[in-house]
Structures are given as structure tokens and as C-alpha cells.
């Protein structure tokens, strides 16, 4: 692929409750998608049509899945799907309550390439239980299915946020496309989209290490630090930055 001649779409997925502040956010860019559910109110709806974003909307899966996965995966591969068809050679998939303090300088200055770029990598400390305490979840799932992960040194709370992610088109799809889960399986969602995506690439000797996934994804919480253009959390009011500079319950790294 030519990366000169890249065509970068931003998929926004989810819910609309920020609708004035993302639609204000992304004004300037080009190529953006927001894809959502059919439920979603009439007057965001309408607000987006009459923007300079690209409307895709979907209904929701009858069973949500553990965590409501099956709802993020279905809207977007949609919105994933529309971008191809509009042209994308790469995409940006972002949740709908995170934005770019400034998206459109981050599409124009990124070294996009022909790999998936992971937002970060966190290793939660043992300060943050919540995380702690689902573990043996994890390991149960995980022990069924990659029994080679298993080990004293290789504990299930660190993972890389599924907040956005980036890459060539085809290989986003291959990665966000997870099979609906027919009855709750109680894993994060980001342990069944990496682990699924490696088992298809044919990865062997996984790792969850941040140096084994540095092999495979690079990261760009870093970069937005650097250049001033940090992801913002709409939901939780923390920047990207914020996270880099937190040491109390988990480590950031990317």
C-alpha cells in the first residue's frame, strides 16, 4: 500500500450523549463517521445528518453480550464497513464519549503505516482491585483457550485499552469483528479482541507483556503527549496525559 496516498476515515462508535461537543469537536476534519444505534434520540440524529459527519446507524444485537460487547462490535464493524466503502485505506475507531484535543492535527501529522496502532498498554497495581478481583474470570476463559498464558509471572491485569485504536482498513475489520457471544463470558472485552486477532494472524508465543506487544502494535498515548494533543474522556474527565502521569493504580505505557 501506498501511504502517500492514504484516505483516513474517523469512525466515531456509540452512544450520542456528547453529541454537541463531538460534533463541534471534528468540524474541521474530513471523512468521519458516526456510527450508531437505531434508538438513539431523533434530535442527535438529525444534528448529525445536518453536519459534516456521515450517519450509519444499526440495530441492536438481541442479546448484548458480557459488558455489551456484541452492542460495540456490531456498530463498528458498521461504521468500519461504511468507511471502506467510501474509500479508506486506514481508520481511526473512537468511542463516543473520547475525542482528540485536536483530531485533525493528529490525522494530518500521524505516521499512519501497515500495522494496528494501539491507543496504550496498562498494568494495573495491586491497588486497583476492581481489576484484581475479576481475574479468576479471566484465567478460567483463558486457561480453556490459551493454556500456554498461564503462569505465575503472567498476571491478567494488564491489557491494552480498547478506548480507539488505528490501522489499515482491512485489518481494523479483521480485529473489531468478533463473533456475537450467544451467553455472557465474563472476560474483558480487550482480552477476547487481542486473543481472537492473534489466534488469526497466527501469533505464537504470546506474551502479555508490554514488550512482547510492542512486537506487534505500536502505541500513540505517547505522541499525543509530545504534541499536545491529547485524548480527552468525555465520560470520566481525565486527558490521556492524566493517565501517563498516574501512578497510583495503574501504569500507562505507549
Known sequence: MNIMNKKVFLVIQGH???????????????????STDTDAPEEHLNKIENSNVNLVVSDKPEFSGYGNVNVQVNSTIVGLEKAKLMGATHAIKMRSD??????????????????????????????ARQV??????????????????????????????DFTNLG????????WSLPHEEEPVAVNAEFKFLL??????????????????????PFFIAY???????????????TSNDLLNNTVDAKWLG
Open 16 to 34: 450520542t450523549q456528547y453529541c454537541d461537543t463531538v460534533l463541534n469537536n471534528v468540524k474541521e476534519v474530513e471523512n468521519v463517521i458516526w
Open 98 to 127: 473520547l475525542i482528540f484535543t485536536n483530531p485533525k492535527k493528529f490525522i494530518d501529522n500521524y505516521s499512519f503505516n501497515d500495522k494496528i496502532h494501539q491507543m496504550a498498554y496498562c498494568e494495573h497495581l495491586p491497588s
Open 132 to 161: 484484581l478481583d475479576i481475574c479468576e474470570d479471566i484465567s478460567d476463559w483463558i486457561e480453556k483457550n490459551y493454556s500456554d498464558l498461564i503462569n505465575e509471572d503472567n498476571g491478567f491485569n494488564r491489557y491494552i485499552c
Open 168 to 175: 489499515p482498513i482491512d485489518d481494523m475489520i479483521l480485529f
Open 196 to 217: 481472537r486477532y492473534f489466534t488469526l494472524k497466527k501469533y505464537e508465543n504470546i506474551d502479555l507483556s508490554y514488550e512482547w506487544y510492542s512486537t506487534i502494535f
Open 224 to 238: 499525543c503527549k509530545e504534541t499536545n494533543n491529547p485524548l480527552i474522556s468525555l465520560k470520566r474527565g481525565w
